[in-house]
């Protein structure tokens, strides 16, 4: 399965925006981008996915690249509760399903 | 949401151990993790239609079962001090594809 990489850590003001940045440059063109989060304590959250455009959800948007070999995960305005692991992650549509290899992430924190 | 018990166990080096996992309502997909301290959790494996749908690195004394009520267990048998981390149950529908994997708050083990 294609590999991640992202920066150790980020921090972030309160109510600010956040751009967490990924790259996947041996992504293949059926590797799906997934996004989750784990907050101390509690099992990863979903946070949102994608394939080739941007996607908008409640809780974030994802930005992928042209040629698809970076993705940035956008809060639009960082909270206090957003203070997690964010991982990066790529599942192939028709591979081993269920394996989501999950690297280090991006722990992030969120000064008030 | 996905619940998990117990929450926290301690067993023995040799013994045997089974974890339980309920899934999301209207899910019929769940996977397992191993998440050892400080690091991302690991693909154990996937239960699709009560059948194993994919498998991780982990030795054949780690085993699953999924029953008609889509809620599963994982075994473990012969314990070892290495196999002291954080499970995770993760549910989906469609193996994750639409709207991602649902994740419990997991079962700490602890093995002595």
């Known amino acids: 399965d294609a590999k991640t990489t992202q920066p150790n850590s980020m921090e972030s003001n309160e109510e600010e925006p956040v751009h967490l940045p990924c790259n996947h440059s041996?992504?293949?063109?059926?590797?799906?981008i997934h996004w989750y989060r784990q907050l101390p304590s509690q099992g990863p959250e979903y946070v949102i996915h994608?394939?080739?455009s941007n996607v908008n959800n409640r809780m974030a948007s994802l930005a992928i690249a042209e040629d698809r070999k970076s993705s940035t995960l956008i809060l639009h305005r960082a909270t206090l509760r957003d203070a997690a692991v964010y991982y990066c992650i790529l599942e192939n549509y028709g591979g081993s399903q269920g394996n989501l290899i999950f690297g280090k992430g991006t722990k992030l924190s969120v000064k008030p | 949401g996905v619940t998990q018990s117990p929450t926290h166990l301690i067993k023995t080096r040799g013994q045997q151990v089974t974890l339980r996992c309920s899934s999301q309502s209207g899910h019929n997909t769940v996977s397992w993790y191993q998440q050892a301290l400080g690091q991302g959790p690991q693909f154990i494996f996937q239960?699709?239609?009560?059948?194993?749908?994919g498998r991780g690195n982990f030795p054949p004394r780690f085993s699953g079962l999924q029953f008609p009520n889509d809620s599963s267990e994982l075994n473990v048998n012969a314990l070892e001090l290495d196999d002291s981390a954080l499970y995770l149950c993760?549910?989906?529908?469609?193996?994750?594809?639409?709207?991602?994997?649902?994740f419990g708050s997991g079962t700490r083990l602890t093995v002595v």
């Open positions: 041996t992504i293949s063109g059926t590797d799906y």
């Open positions: 994608g394939l080739t």
């Open positions: 993760a549910s989906s529908l469609h193996q994750g594809f639409i709207d991602g994997y649902t």
């Open positions: 239960y699709y239609r009560k059948e194993e749908n």
